[in-house]
């Protein structure tokens, strides 16, 4: 209320302006960013029209709500919040507290003895001496009124580190047959983007827990420079969590898959009508009765997971065209089995010749030059949250006269913390001087 | 003694808690409300406990890894935050009776992982396979812990103010044994000034983990624009508080309101919507 009487009333005014408008940033913030959590982002406009109206896909469209954190709208709001706002101080509680203590003792040695105590107990104080008084003044932690603006400053640190990351750096994707390298990749824009080396892909593999449940993705990897393989970079492991950086790139596990071609003779159950039939690993066939068919796996040596037989197998799922859904394994050596499988499931008979299926490995990749600036932000915010909440500028004067010392102190916030240090540093002095006295 | 046993054991101790704290709010004798602290005291002690030995029969069983995987696990450590922060307020600012309006979150936690989730030990999922799964996670909780605290403040806040305003706190009322409404109101500020820079913590841990996982801090799914909504609401709390208009009821009010965000931004995104963290829901 002082400070109304005290100043002209324009700043007040900015300053409740200001803080007003963070609030109002934030709040419609909070507000507006639920809508992207409800409706689905980046979506093809046909599923969209088909859930809502034309007229709401327009309306929707035109606001940016399809893709909403990128509209120009969110991001100048977010762009707003870097406003610095005075928040600090003046209307935070504050507490100036003061102490006299009379004394007859003479002024060098209760100056000598203060500057000790303060030294000892508070901060190394500044000494002037004035019309024929000695004044101290001690500080802790005077920058902390700054943590409010380093709040601010790193929310621009953030957005400065995110925009060079989308300038410089990129989002890709790439699969790699297992043996085989690659000198480029895909973005997400679907630009082929050559890398100045070459990544290749050893084995991938996948390993599962008891219960069937996947437990870790693998792949080897080696980066080749002319050919050679770069050493320290030479069949490295790459997991989910733990991926590889070459040159400010990174690749990280993100998907697998099989690339090949698989060869079956389809018939009529007694054997009239016999077709060939070529299929591709992620692709699914129709076969002549309507049935749609696919591979789930396959082999090209039944052996070592049915002891006794020998040949190509494959895991197939057929779609009857009465909707039911069968998998069943076919082989190329056991014609009767196939048979016997066609007959029980009513199925048309289908025998697999064999194929060749490689594995490969889909890798992210990602080049972000901006990801340090905007870890530097993080730091500035939390170190600077941290501050602003839980730190707060002490000050102690100490003013010395013949026959009485003058102690005053004061926080900018968090007085109750900022009591019982002031009173003991008084109690001390006390203790300090008085016994000084009765020497 | 298995750690299941000893959650169960847990849920009861707080509910006995949370009665006799009802009972201490209605009679006012210290000793009652000694006993209701004493066996929250109990109940956290035994739940630290069967936390531990989970984690052990993770281990046991061959798929270790810290009790944070799923809801399950999520509800109990949420509820064992809560009553620690509880405690933590306690020690600090000595106000017993808030226990009151604190203890039916953990109780509501427990007994609905107890009663409702399914609390098999499942291995982890390869996403999930990381140190920082224990950094993010914890951060984010003890910061929804103190908002739980708060909300519960803020209804007491409410309640003790309009008696306040009608000026009709006889001796007798049970409304006499909450603190002053300036006290609460207080609490209520001290509770989100910590939660704050935890759940700012949350959500760094969240960004630095999302990045070395696959290579984007930020992509906007649900629970990221979730947890930055509640980051919002509780930064505009801050804010509001120094405005001094802003004290009292339309603080308290706000405060309710973010929790019931963080509610949100917890179970609504891991039930209702989809995104990276949907896999915390299963089951
Ligand atoms: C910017 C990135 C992220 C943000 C802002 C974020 C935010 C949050 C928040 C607020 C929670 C609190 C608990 C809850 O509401 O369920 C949480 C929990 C969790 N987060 Fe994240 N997160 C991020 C990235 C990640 C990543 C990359 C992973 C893992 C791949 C992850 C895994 C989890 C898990 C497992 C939980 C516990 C959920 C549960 O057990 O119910 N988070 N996250």
């Not at chain 1, 606001?63 to 406003?83: E, K, N, R, V």
């Not at chain 1, 480029?184 to 593999?205: H, N, W, Y």
């Not at chain 1, 792949?219 to 050679?228: A, Q």
Request: one cysteine or more; glycine letters at 8%.
């Amino acid at each position: 209320m002082k400070s109304t009487e005290r100043s002209s009333a324009q700043p007040i005014w900015d300053y409740f302006c200001s803080l007003k408008l963070t609030m109002f940033l934030l709040l419609t913030l909070a507000v507006t960013s639920i809508i992207g959590t409800i409706i689905p982002q980046g979506a093809p406009p046909p599923e969209y029209l088909q859930t809502i109206g034309e007229n709401k896909f327009k309306l929707y469209k035109t606001l940016g709500f399809f893709d909403m954190y990128h509209s120009g709208w969110f991001i100048l709001l977010l762009a707003l919040l870097t406003l610095p706002t005075v928040m600090d101080e003046g209307l935070g509680k504050s507490l100036t507290l003061i102490e006299s203590v009379s004394v007859h003792t003479d002024r060098s040695l209760l100056r000598d003895k203060s500057i000790a105590l303060l030294r000892a107990e508070f901060a190394e104080p500044v000494v002037t001496e004035a019309d024929g008084s000695c004044h101290l003044f001690a500080q802790k932690t005077p920058w902390c009124r700054l943590a409010v603006y380093i709040v601010h400053l790193s929310v621009i640190v953030i957005f400065i580190g995110a925009i060079i990351g989308s300038i410089f750096g990129y989002k890709a994707h790439v699969n790699i047959i297992e043996g085989e390298a690659v000198t480029s990749v895909m973005s997400r824009t679907g630009k082929e983007i050559p890398l100045d080396f070459a990544i290749g892909c050893e084995q991938f593999s996948v390993s599962y827990y008891d219960t069937g449940a996947p437990k870790e993705f693998k792949s080897i990897l080696t980066v080749l420079e002319d050919r050679k393989p770069v050493p320290g970079f030479t069949r490295v492991p790459i997991i989910v969590n733990d991926p590889l950086t070459y040159k400010g790139i990174t690749f990280y596990q993100s998907s697998y898959g099989k690339v090949g071609e698989h060869h079956f003779i389809v018939s009529n159950r007694d054997g009239s009508n016999k077709t060939p039939l070529t299929l591709d690993s992620s692709s699914s066939a129709r076969l002549p009765d309507g049935s749609g068919m696919h591979v789930l796996e396959s082999t090209q040596d039944i052996s070592p997971f049915q002891p006794g037989m020998s040949g190509p197998a494959a895991h197939i799922e057929v779609h009857t065209p009465t909707g039911e859904t069968k998998a069943v394994v076919i082989y190329a050596q056991y014609p009767e089995l196939n048979a016997r499988t066609a007959e029980q499931n009513g199925l048309p008979l289908i025998s697999y010749t064999g194929g060749q299926e490689q594995e490969y490995t889909g890798l992210q990749v990602v080049k972000d030059p901006g990801v340090w600036v905007v870890w530097l932000g993080c730091f500035l915010m939390v170190a600077g949250v941290y501050a602003a909440f839980f730190m707060s500028h002490r000050r102690v004067w100490i003013r010395i006269t013949d026959g009485e010392v003058t102690i005053g102190g004061h926080s900018n916030k968090n007085q109750a913390g900022f009591q019982p240090v002031f009173a003991r540093l008084v109690e001390r002095l006390r203790n300090d001087i008085s016994g000084e006295g009765e020497k | 003694m298995t750690s299941s046993l000893l959650f169960n054991t847990t849920t009861i101790a707080y509910l006995a808690s949370m009665l006799l704290f009802f009972i201490f709010l209605a009679s006012r004798s210290r000793a009652v409300g000694t006993a209701g602290s004493i066996l929250a005291l109990v109940g956290l002690i035994l739940q630290t406990v069967a936390i531990g030995l989970r984690w052990k029969e993770s281990y046991d069983i061959g798929v270790g890894h810290a009790p944070l995987s799923n809801l399950y696990e999520s509800v109990v450590f949420f509820s064992w935050t809560i009553v620690l922060f509880y405690f933590f307020l306690d020690l600090k600012y000595k106000h017993r009776v808030i226990g009151a309006f604190v203890m039916p979150f953990a109780l509501l936690g427990m007994a609905w992982a107890q009663l409702g989730l399914n609390s098999g030990i499942e291995p982890l999922v390869p996403a999930l396979q990381s140190n920082w799964l224990l950094y993010h996670v914890v951060t984010c909780f003890l910061g929804y812990a103190a908002f739980a605290v708060a909300c519960g403040i803020s209804v007491m806040f409410l309640i003790r103010e309009g008696h306040e305003r009608r000026a009709d706190i006889s001796g007798k009322s049970i409304v006499a044994a909450f603190p002053a409404s300036r006290i609460l109101d207080d609490l209520n500020y001290k509770a989100i000034m910590i939660g704050f820079p935890l759940l700012t913590l949350g959500i760094v841990t969240g960004a630095a983990w999302a990045n070395y996982a696959w290579g984007t801090y930020w992509s906007w799914d649900p629970k990221e624009t979730w947890s930055l909504i509640v980051w919002f609401i509780y930064a505009a709390f801050l804010h509001a508080r120094i405005t001094r208009g802003w004290f009292g009821r339309r603080a308290a009010w706000l405060s309710i309101i973010g929790f019931a965000a963080t509610i949100f931004c917890y179970l609504g995104v891991n039930l209702l919507l989809s995104g990276l963290h949907s896999y915390g829901g299963g089951s």
